[in-house]
């Protein structure tokens, strides 16, 4: 079976390092808000609004290609329905990162989304 990894640019953010892991007690609903927003772009393949809440180093990280090749291959199980499970959030070194779960109707393998926010913008998307 072919595994897919699409891995986006987030920018000064070591990721492995020792960090807190918030309980999910934290308003995320901003977070919520810009990630349904990128889903929904994903979805539709629609470059514009994926960048819309993007800083300028993750707007100059992804190309419409890449772009074009995750949309294609992510969109066709999106479009059989899907829900986003929130997992939490980390802080680290003025970073936000919120991970969540798309579970998929189709019955196959979940994808983890890890939404990186600095002063409320994207720096950063990765689905797993």
Sequence with gaps: MKKACFIFVI??????????????????SAADIILTKIL???ENNDLGNFFAEGDNQFKAAITKQMFDNM????????????????????NQQGYQLCLSKLVFKDG?????????LRNGKVAGVWFN
């Design 108 to 116: 196959g393998d979940d994808i983890l989304a890890r939404l990186v």
């Design 71 to 90: 949309s294609a291959t992510i969109a066709p199980r999106m479009k059989k329905g899907y829900k986003v499970v929130s997992l939490g959030t980390l």
């Design 40 to 42: 929904k772009a994903v």
């Design 11 to 28: 920018f000064g953010l070591p990721l492995f390092a020792s960090i807190g892991f918030a309980n999910g007690a934290k308003d995320n």
